[in-house]
């Protein structure tokens, strides 16, 4: 079974500045896809970004980039100009793209965000 | 709808009751999940339904709980003789079946037996 593994409980950022989040998995699979989500106070899982490992290329969405090292099975997530916004709880996940299409995540990160 | 919502968002339970959880999942997404989110964990899969059949309910704890989608829609969660230790947040989503993209959650129904 896959395993999302997520060794930071708690991170902590200054306004403006950068923070990288990390994530390993497990998998002996070759085809899968990776996300970073984010939830808020809400509850609701918002998704951040998102990666097909057959890409090389590593997924941008605006201030949010990921370091994908599929040999590594690492996937972090870095957040640039950070925002008071950006406060939440981040979660890595992966999905099989096989017929097993449920999704796995991590414990989480916290992470705040210093004015 | 234009997002997955879930009723009630929060339920406060006795011991040994019985609750119903609600999802609405996005029009015309095929595959639903059932999420358990316990405080500070991430979330833990339950089952995934695939139109009106569950497809996989290997995350099922026990058989206490228990989840249907008669119509390929909306789904209820079902949970028998409540224990103190179901207290969690119930998270659903639904998704296209296949293909690189996420799930779109609800917000959730809180969970509190006492």
């Known amino acids: 079974a896959q395993t999302v593994t997520q060794s930071q409980p708690e991170m902590s950022v200054q306004e403006a500045e950068t923070v990288t989040l990390s994530c390993t998995y497990d998998?002996?699979?070759?085809?899968?896809?990776l996300f970073w989500y984010k939830q808020p106070p809400s509850r609701q899982m918002i998704l951040v970004i998102r990666?097909?490992?057959?890409?090389?290329q590593n997924a941008t969405e605006n201030r949010f980039s990921v370091n994908f090292q599929k040999a590594a099975k690492s996937f972090s997530l870095k957040i640039s100009d950070s925002q008071l916004g950006d406060a939440a709880m981040y979660f890595c996940?992966?999905?099989?793209?096989?017929?097993?299409?449920?999704?796995?995540f991590g414990a989480g990160t916290r992470l705040t965000v210093k004015p | 709808g234009a997002g997955v919502s879930q009723t009630p968002s929060n339920k406060v339970t006795e011991k040994g009751k019985y609750v119903e959880l609600r999802c609405d999942p996005i029009?015309?997404?095929?595959?639903l999940y059932w999420y358990r989110q316990s405080l500070g964990q991430g979330p833990e899969f339950l089952i995934y339904?695939?139109?009106?059949?569950?497809?996989?309910d290997s995350g099922l704890p026990n058989d206490r709980f228990f989840a249907v989608r008669p119509e390929g829609s909306v789904s209820t969660l079902k949970i028998q003789r409540t224990e103190r230790g179901d207290s969690a947040v119930y998270l659903c989503?639904?998704?296209?079946?296949?293909?690189?993209?996420?799930?779109?959650f609800g917000s959730g129904t809180r969970l509190t037996v006492v």
């Open positions: 989503a639904s998704s296209p079946f296949r293909g690189s993209s996420g799930y779109t």
């Open positions: 998998t002996s699979e070759s085809d899968y896809y």
């Open positions: 990666q097909e490992a057959y890409k090389q």
């Open positions: 996940a992966y999905r099989s793209a096989g017929n097993n299409n449920d999704m796995r």
């Open positions: 029009s015309g997404h095929t595959a």
């Open positions: 339904f695939q139109g009106t059949g569950a497809a996989d």
